[in-house]
């Protein structure tokens, strides 16, 4: 019984090491959280990142983790970028497309209209949005148009941590 021990007592000092050194939440360091709404539910974001020219809010508190991204043409200035259907054109300058999930796995995206504020302080990203017409893929047309079931609105604020 007590060759377990030797393994179970080092991983779990280490393992208290790693978390008492770890970052707390209410950091005075003026982090924002990160929290989107979708289809009546709200999230906030564990993680939130920018890479590819998407800011990424993931919610890992939630199985599966729904997730948000919001599209832009590169890396975003502060400014006003307004919302497009990234699924029936190429998001442009000025402008960015959003995608959300739910934990069910459900895929929204926007439909176009609406906009998105974008600041920037010490290199970090903070995009905020409100009532932005979300939609649910429901078919594509013979021209090759996606078309998309009314799934609300989406609301939120989305900050590079």
Not at 19 to 47: E, F, I, M, N
Not at 68 to 73: L, M, S
């Amino acid at each position: 019984m007590t060759t377990p021990f030797k393994f179970l007592f080092p991983s779990f000092a280490l393992f208290i090491a790693i978390a008492g050194c770890s970052k707390s939440g209410g950091s005075s360091s003026g982090s924002k959280s990160s929290t989107w709404t979708v289809a009546d539910t709200t999230y906030t974001s564990s993680s939130t990142s920018f890479t590819n020219n998407e800011l990424l809010g993931i919610d890992s508190k939630v199985s599966p983790a729904p997730q948000i991204g919001i599209q832009f043409a590169d890396t975003p200035a502060a400014g006003s970028y307004t919302v497009v259907n990234q699924y029936n054109t190429s998001v442009g300058t000025n402008q960015c497309s959003i995608l959300e999930t739910k934990g069910s796995g459900t895929l929204f995206v926007s439909t176009g209209g609406g906009s998105v504020t974008v600041t920037v302080s010490k290199g970090k990203i903070t995009a905020s949005f409100k009532n932005i017409e979300m939609g649910v893929l429901s078919g594509i047309t013979n021209n090759g148009v996606f078309t998309f079931t009314d799934a609300g609105s989406s609301s939120g604020t989305l900050a590079e941590q």
